[in-house]
């Protein structure tokens, strides 16, 4: 045994006579006993995240299962909407605030990672290191996408470091022995593990035991051992001695299913609401169009400009992390590549947000030519009085006499719209990531209390729980979906009791139409069900952003119909990947039917 | 539990002199440096749920910054303890109800006799954490030990918290002495249980091990089939090409069997390939278990004297009882 005797300590405590004071020894007794971890009856770390999550009695019964019975081996495997990132969230936190885990590692699908990374800044106050493999060594908790993270060299840096806790999200990737990942997460030197997936069969029962044998090696047998014991058929689509595997199975898996929680889920009602351009307003639109394209093929590597140095569009998205993620993925063709896109959406949002946008680019362009094209476009846009997209959005308000949350990309749009409405004595209120976090929560308050309108931007509204409101309007429309549901999921989720109406507003023939009717209503995205488009975008088989596939469709397009076809295979893949997750969903109901290892939670 | 927070936040203001009033269940703290730079001046909070207001009233419990920096602040400092307990009852009345109970155990039809004799001894104090790391686990717990020669270690006693301290005016304490005799009488309480831990830890080994290893075998068997499978189809085809009644079939069986035995050389070569791959990556699954090593580590969180009153029951059919009443230990000798 190891003694750590603090000798030094005691003995200049005894020459400096410092001896404790009655009252400091009782402290230090309790502090020690509330710090225990011996059969955990209160999350420690509840007190943090409890004002930021509605925290759920199956998400608490499986964490303290995960904390007392588990041997800090799960597989969280929750159906989809039942909030298993915040269970894992809630794990985490519990290991961290009982200094169980310093050292932590989450692996994710490429376009989870940063969702990952604003759930846990957001709601658990946990801020995780999301970038630049080059820099993880100097970093103690690290979120990375599996396939960055199993590179010979990232995999080298990972495997060389004892992790405390190690977190698998989509873990149902990890169903082969065989695969670069399954042998990749299995070397990882790891103290606790926690996989998850909303869909642990999908083909066969042996993909189980292959995830639960990398959980908890051994803890099924052999795989012949499993076979002869638990399966019927050579295929594995069918289980014998269920009761058995369901307590074994239940001693390292949670299982929650909807109808085993009693918790409502009502419906989306979609209305999209087409406007159309005057004829000046939409040769002004494709104008812009052209420019941005012209713009895109002409960007060489000369005009490379540094991220940092367009902190004007930070504001707008997402985070500044996001921002550096989207700059290195456009690397090739500049930071001012990645503005173009963020043009084209902004020319979509309003007159006035594209042509501030257009004014903005100018400053970074020093061709004489293009500058002018550039003022040539801002006059005309300028000229615009009339917005039939404001127009609407306030007759929808007037009509509505309930609260109603607006949803835009874009700051400058928020503030117009800010502004427009007051004009027409319509009470709102803005809410956007600039804002600390003590006006967020004044924002709020009035939204509940006094406000009809709150104006938010993706950014600001990120982890916040808006359900007393039903009606989101998007005033502009995201092009990554998994966007498009954070938006929704601030009212569709647990708590709210009226159906959520969508009203979606673009102008047609414009990328937002396009995007709208061909790729979103493909996939019946707006109502999709809570959690399912995490599942799909993980099955997505692409490295890109969503984002930057749409942007390259329209851009690298000779044609409008060219581009029409180009939008028209991203839906293909979408939807493909929806249909697979489908699949699966048949095939895991029809097993975890047979085994309710949901009655866990009962 | 909330309880114990509820206490530990009050000995916390007691321990530092901190100026609070608690009025309807809500704390007004002003507080002082150095605790003003991190809780700010002055601080209005609460631990029920009720009496929580914006801005105003904070609600604090596990988790909250203020329960966190306490519990943290405590749990890593080192205490030096030089304290005797201030009994509730003094004399022959604070054992009077142990004495009533032990009369009822003890006389078995006769009426026994006892004699009661009361001494102060000095038991040694010592709080450590330890950290034990296993296979699958890691552990953390922080435990209280009070021990003494004539006495067996008293572990965790939550009547610590209940009794009345006062400061001991001369505390000798030789800590290089202290710390070699704790590091022993640790050593001893903790060896049952550790060596239960590590008996799990090598048992999960062993059987992850030979898991691994029938795994291996398995594989092993498998490939070896296909191996056997592949010899036996070369030898039919031979075998039906001898037979051929034709010089033609004959010759073409043999051209069909050399295509074959290509065929089965290369998927030969495939599987004693992969077996080998499987052998090196399952002796390498299989090393690095064996190479999880079990470690316990203590870290000395605080040390020194805790004074109490201890009554000597002596019965007259020689039976022994030493009882602390302010702990409520009882040990038969």
Same mark, same amino acid.
């Given at each position: 045994m190891e003694f750590l005797t603090n000798e030094e300590g005691f003995l200049r405590l005894q020459k400096d006579k410092l001896w404790a004071s009655p009252s400091e020894v009782v402290v230090s007794l309790l502090a020690n006993k509330a710090n225990s971890l011996e059969n955990v009856k209160e999350l420690l770390g509840e007190q943090n995240y409890k004002d930021k999550i509605q925290m759920l009695q199956h998400q608490k019964a499986a964490t303290l299962k995960v904390l007392n019975e588990f041997t800090h081996r799960a597989l969280l495997a929750d159906e989809v909407g039942l909030g298993k990132t915040i269970e894992a969230g809630m794990i985490l936190k519990e290991y961290i605030v009982r200094k169980l885990a310093s050292k932590i590692l989450i692996l994710t699908p490429a376009t989870l990672t940063l969702q990952w990374q604003e759930e846990l800044r957001s709601k658990f106050d946990e801020d995780f290191f999301a970038n630049k493999?080059? &820099?993880?060594?100097?970093? &103690?908790k690290i979120i990375a996408s599996i396939d960055t993270a199993k590179t010979e060299r990232n995999a080298k840096l990972i495997c060389s470091q004892n992790w405390d806790l190690l977190v698998v999200d989509e873990a149902h990737k990890l169903k082969n022995k065989q695969t670069l990942n399954y042998k990749f997460v299995k070397k990882i030197p790891k103290q606790r593990f926690l996989m998850l997936t909303a869909t642990p069969l999908q083909n066969n029962i042996f993909e189980l035991w292959n995830m639960l044998d990398l959980l908890h090696p051994g803890f099924l047998g052999t795989s012949k051992q499993f076979k002869d014991q638990y399966i019927r058929d050579n295929k594995g689509l069918e289980v014998q001695h269920g009761d058995e595997l369901r307590k074994k199975l239940g001693r390292i898996m949670i299982r929650t299913l909807r109808k085993h929680t009693n918790i409502k889920f009502v419906d989306r009602k979609i209305e999209t609401i087409l406007l159309d351009y005057t004829s000046e307003q939409l040769k002004w639109y494709q104008d812009v169009l052209i420019f941005v394209k012209k713009q895109y093929v002409s960007l060489n590597k000369e005009e490379k400009k540094s991220v940092e140095s367009s902190s004007e569009d930070s504001e707008e998205i997402i985070s500044q992390v996001e921002l550096k993620q989207k700059a290195r993925e456009y690397q090739s063709k500049g930071i001012l590549g990645f503005r173009l896109i963020m043009l084209t959406r902004q020319i979509s949002s309003s007159f006035r947000t594209g042509v501030k946008a257009l004014e903005r680019y100018s400053q970074d362009i020093d061709e004489e030519m293009q500058q002018k094209e550039i003022q040539n476009l801002v006059m005309r846009g300028k000229q615009f009085l009339e917005d039939q997209k404001t127009d609407m959005l306030i007759k929808l308000i007037k009509k509505a006499k309930t609260k109603v949350i607006v949803f835009t990309t874009f700051l400058e749009s928020q503030k117009n719209l800010l502004i427009d409405l007051a004009m027409q004595n319509i009470s709102a209120i803005g809410f956007n990531g600039t804002m600390n976090l003590q006006e967020k929560e004044a924002a709020i308050n009035l939204f509940r209390n006094d406000v009809q309108v709150l104006v938010c931007t993706d950014s600001g509204s990120e982890g916040r729980n808006l359900q007393f409101a039903y009606i989101i309007v998007n005033y502009d429309l995201p092009w990554n979906p998994m966007r498009v549901e954070q938006r929704i999921g601030r009212v569709h989720r647990i708590g709210q009791e009226h159906d959520v109406h969508i009203i979606n507003l673009a102008f047609n023939d414009t990328v937002e139409a396009y995007i709208l009717n061909r790729l979103y209503e493909k996939i019946d995205l707006f109502k999709t069900a809570v959690g399912d488009m995490d599942t799909i975008l993980a099955e997505l088989k692409t490295t890109k952003s969503f984002e930057t596939m749409l942007f390259e469709s329209f851009i690298t397009a000779d044609t409008d119909k060219e581009a029409k076809q180009n939008v028209d295979k991203v839906a293909e893949q979408l939807k493909d990947a929806k249909n697979e997750t489908e699949k699966i969903k048949s095939f895991d109901e029809k097993i975890f039917g047979e085994l309710h290892i949901g009655d866990n939670h009962e | 539990m909330s309880d114990i927070l509820k206490q530990l936040f009050e000995s916390f203001l007691e321990a530092k002199e901190i100026n609070y009033k608690l009025k309807d269940d809500v704390y007004t703290i002003h507080f002082e440096k150095p605790y003003d730079a991190i809780f700010g001046e002055k601080a209005k909070c609460t631990f029920n749920k009720d009496k929580e207001k914006d801005g105003e009233i904070k609600l604090i419990g596990h988790g909250s910054f203020m329960i966190s920096k306490i519990i943290s602040e405590y749990s890593d400092k080192p205490l030096l303890v030089g304290l005797k307990i201030k009994p509730k009852q003094k004399g022959i009345i604070a054992v009077q109800d142990k004495i009533d109970e032990l009369q009822e155990k003890e006389k078995n039809g006769y009426i026994a006799t006892y004699k009661v004799s009361e001494e102060k001894i000095q038991l040694r104090w010592l709080t450590v954490r330890l950290e034990v790391q296993a296979a699958l686990q890691k552990e953390i717990q922080a435990m209280t030990l009070l021990y003494h020669d004539s006495l067996d270690p008293i572990v965790n006693k939550d009547e610590l918290l209940d009794v009345n301290y006062e400061k001991l005016s001369q505390v000798k304490l030789d800590i290089k002495k202290e710390i070699t005799c704790a590091q022993k009488i640790l050593e001893k309480y903790l060896a049952h249980d550790l060596k239960k831990k590590q008996e799990y830890h090598a048992e999960f080994i062993k059987t992850e091990t030979k898991l691994k290893d029938e795994h291996y075998q398995q594989l092993m068997r498998e490939a070896d089939m296909i191996v056997q499978r592949a010899v036996q189809k070369i030898e039919d085809t031979r075998s039906a090409a001898l037979k051929a009644r034709s010089f033609e079939k004959m010759y073409e069986r043999g051209a069909e069997k050399k295509k074959e035995e290509k065929k089965l050389k290369e998927r030969e070569k495939e599987v004693v390939g992969e077996k080998e791959l499987l052998r090196k990556e399952l002796l390498n699954e299989i090393d690095q278990i064996k190479h999880i090593k079990f470690k316990a580590k203590t870290e000395f969180l605080s040390i020194g004297i805790l004074e109490v009153e201890m009554f000597i029951i002596a019965y007259s059919n020689g039976k022994t009882y030493k009882y602390i009443p302010e702990l409520q230990v009882l040990e038969k000798h």
């Amino acid at each position: 045994m190891e003694f750590l005797t603090n000798e030094e300590g005691f003995l200049r405590l005894q020459k400096d006579k410092l001896w404790a004071s009655p009252s400091e020894v009782v402290v230090s007794l309790l502090a020690n006993k509330a710090n225990s971890l011996e059969n955990v009856k209160e999350l420690l770390g509840e007190q943090n995240y409890k004002d930021k999550i509605q925290m759920l009695q199956h998400q608490k019964a499986a964490t303290l299962k995960v904390l007392n019975e588990f041997t800090h081996r799960a597989l969280l495997a929750d159906e989809v909407g039942l909030g298993k990132t915040i269970e894992a969230g809630m794990i985490l936190k519990e290991y961290i605030v009982r200094k169980l885990a310093s050292k932590i590692l989450i692996l994710t699908p490429a376009t989870l990672t940063l969702q990952w990374q604003e759930e846990l800044r957001s709601k658990f106050d946990e801020d995780f290191f999301a970038n630049k493999p080059e &820099d993880w060594d100097m970093h &103690d908790k690290i979120i990375a996408s599996i396939d960055t993270a199993k590179t010979e060299r990232n995999a080298k840096l990972i495997c060389s470091q004892n992790w405390d806790l190690l977190v698998v999200d989509e873990a149902h990737k990890l169903k082969n022995k065989q695969t670069l990942n399954y042998k990749f997460v299995k070397k990882i030197p790891k103290q606790r593990f926690l996989m998850l997936t909303a869909t642990p069969l999908q083909n066969n029962i042996f993909e189980l035991w292959n995830m639960l044998d990398l959980l908890h090696p051994g803890f099924l047998g052999t795989s012949k051992q499993f076979k002869d014991q638990y399966i019927r058929d050579n295929k594995g689509l069918e289980v014998q001695h269920g009761d058995e595997l369901r307590k074994k199975l239940g001693r390292i898996m949670i299982r929650t299913l909807r109808k085993h929680t009693n918790i409502k889920f009502v419906d989306r009602k979609i209305e999209t609401i087409l406007l159309d351009y005057t004829s000046e307003q939409l040769k002004w639109y494709q104008d812009v169009l052209i420019f941005v394209k012209k713009q895109y093929v002409s960007l060489n590597k000369e005009e490379k400009k540094s991220v940092e140095s367009s902190s004007e569009d930070s504001e707008e998205i997402i985070s500044q992390v996001e921002l550096k993620q989207k700059a290195r993925e456009y690397q090739s063709k500049g930071i001012l590549g990645f503005r173009l896109i963020m043009l084209t959406r902004q020319i979509s949002s309003s007159f006035r947000t594209g042509v501030k946008a257009l004014e903005r680019y100018s400053q970074d362009i020093d061709e004489e030519m293009q500058q002018k094209e550039i003022q040539n476009l801002v006059m005309r846009g300028k000229q615009f009085l009339e917005d039939q997209k404001t127009d609407m959005l306030i007759k929808l308000i007037k009509k509505a006499k309930t609260k109603v949350i607006v949803f835009t990309t874009f700051l400058e749009s928020q503030k117009n719209l800010l502004i427009d409405l007051a004009m027409q004595n319509i009470s709102a209120i803005g809410f956007n990531g600039t804002m600390n976090l003590q006006e967020k929560e004044a924002a709020i308050n009035l939204f509940r209390n006094d406000v009809q309108v709150l104006v938010c931007t993706d950014s600001g509204s990120e982890g916040r729980n808006l359900q007393f409101a039903y009606i989101i309007v998007n005033y502009d429309l995201p092009w990554n979906p998994m966007r498009v549901e954070q938006r929704i999921g601030r009212v569709h989720r647990i708590g709210q009791e009226h159906d959520v109406h969508i009203i979606n507003l673009a102008f047609n023939d414009t990328v937002e139409a396009y995007i709208l009717n061909r790729l979103y209503e493909k996939i019946d995205l707006f109502k999709t069900a809570v959690g399912d488009m995490d599942t799909i975008l993980a099955e997505l088989k692409t490295t890109k952003s969503f984002e930057t596939m749409l942007f390259e469709s329209f851009i690298t397009a000779d044609t409008d119909k060219e581009a029409k076809q180009n939008v028209d295979k991203v839906a293909e893949q979408l939807k493909d990947a929806k249909n697979e997750t489908e699949k699966i969903k048949s095939f895991d109901e029809k097993i975890f039917g047979e085994l309710h290892i949901g009655d866990n939670h009962e | 539990m909330s309880d114990i927070l509820k206490q530990l936040f009050e000995s916390f203001l007691e321990a530092k002199e901190i100026n609070y009033k608690l009025k309807d269940d809500v704390y007004t703290i002003h507080f002082e440096k150095p605790y003003d730079a991190i809780f700010g001046e002055k601080a209005k909070c609460t631990f029920n749920k009720d009496k929580e207001k914006d801005g105003e009233i904070k609600l604090i419990g596990h988790g909250s910054f203020m329960i966190s920096k306490i519990i943290s602040e405590y749990s890593d400092k080192p205490l030096l303890v030089g304290l005797k307990i201030k009994p509730k009852q003094k004399g022959i009345i604070a054992v009077q109800d142990k004495i009533d109970e032990l009369q009822e155990k003890e006389k078995n039809g006769y009426i026994a006799t006892y004699k009661v004799s009361e001494e102060k001894i000095q038991l040694r104090w010592l709080t450590v954490r330890l950290e034990v790391q296993a296979a699958l686990q890691k552990e953390i717990q922080a435990m209280t030990l009070l021990y003494h020669d004539s006495l067996d270690p008293i572990v965790n006693k939550d009547e610590l918290l209940d009794v009345n301290y006062e400061k001991l005016s001369q505390v000798k304490l030789d800590i290089k002495k202290e710390i070699t005799c704790a590091q022993k009488i640790l050593e001893k309480y903790l060896a049952h249980d550790l060596k239960k831990k590590q008996e799990y830890h090598a048992e999960f080994i062993k059987t992850e091990t030979k898991l691994k290893d029938e795994h291996y075998q398995q594989l092993m068997r498998e490939a070896d089939m296909i191996v056997q499978r592949a010899v036996q189809k070369i030898e039919d085809t031979r075998s039906a090409a001898l037979k051929a009644r034709s010089f033609e079939k004959m010759y073409e069986r043999g051209a069909e069997k050399k295509k074959e035995e290509k065929k089965l050389k290369e998927r030969e070569k495939e599987v004693v390939g992969e077996k080998e791959l499987l052998r090196k990556e399952l002796l390498n699954e299989i090393d690095q278990i064996k190479h999880i090593k079990f470690k316990a580590k203590t870290e000395f969180l605080s040390i020194g004297i805790l004074e109490v009153e201890m009554f000597i029951i002596a019965y007259s059919n020689g039976k022994t009882y030493k009882y602390i009443p302010e702990l409520q230990v009882l040990e038969k000798h």
